[in-house]
């Protein structure tokens, strides 16, 4: 959770699901590597894993040196919107971010990220980014703010996030290949801010195949 108190219901548009990291830290302990979920205070522990190679440490382990050393230690930081995120960007650390509300991003070439989607209850679809865009969604600071726009915030599904930290790996591994079609919808993307827009001008990318499957979004 962005937020731990499950009594605050001005920031839980957020959060995301603990469960829907696990198929990646899976991926990530089968190419060899050890998954450790970080952070403080959080809601619910990871249980019955039977997996030496991903710690939960965050619910048993933690130290205030060890929420530096990890991130800054890592082949690369999968992030969801709290600011320990930070860390890894000081140290030079690759970042994936996943759930991040919108239009927030990582500011470095060769970060990549994947934005919550926003449906319309009115519209029954979920928005285009130019669409959020315009009416500045990607602003509002608490989550009645969409209550009352009738819009819902719908987080990043496992496959989404294990897509998109696949990418990192092989992009990382030398071993990604880009498509002139992902090239388009990536340039497409970029295209749709304007030069007063915070994240005008990133070099970080949409994950691909995020892209791909939600080129509506792009309309």
Sequence with gaps: DYYNRKDDK?????????????????????????????????????TDLNNPRIIDYASYHHTDFGDIYLPAKCKYFLASPSGLWGIPLIFHVPVVCVNFIHFHTPLRKGDLFIPKKVWSIDKKRFLTFLEILEFEGGVYQYSEYYTEAGLEVIENTAEEILDVAQEMNERLNGTYQSTEE???????????????????????????????????LLE
Excluded: M
Excluded at 13 to 30: P, V
């Design 182 to 216: 992902d090239e388009d919808l990536q340039n497409r993307f970029h295209n749709l801010f304007q030069p007063h827009h915070i994240v005008y001008g990133t070099p970080a990318c949409v994950g691909a195949r995020f892209l791909r499957q939600n080129k509506e």
């Design 10 to 46: 001005h920031n839980d548009y957020r959060n995301s699901d603990i469960k829907n990291y696990l198929e990646t830290a899976k991926y990530i302990s089968s190419c060899g590597g050890y998954a450790v979920r970080v952070g403080y205070g959080v809601v619910e522990e990871l």
